[in-house]
């Protein structure tokens, strides 16, 4: 008899791993899967949340309304208040 071979595709997977959510110094986020044989990039550190991909997205957007750099953020209002002067 022979065995029926079956085919998981990789995204399936990836649903049913532990994933945990990190964040880097620009306030953007980021999963990361916990049985990644990799370290953490520089500059990227925990915030303590853990469960599967879908868990980790939902919590994420939660948080993270914002997509735009931290770096970006405070700049924005210097140069809004640049091109008011220079209307003028």
Known sequence: M???LTITRMRDYSETLVHFVVIN???????WREE??????SGWLEVGMRGSKAECREYVNKLW???VPLSL????????????????
């Open 2 to 4: 022979k065995k029926k």
């Open 36 to 41: 990644c044989e990799y370290a953490l990039p």
């Open 25 to 31: 110094n620009e306030g953007q986020y980021a999963l």
């Open 65 to 67: 309304t914002n997509p």
């Open 73 to 88: 953020r405070k700049g924005m209002p210097r140069q809004r208040q640049c091109l008011v002067n220079r209307e003028q």
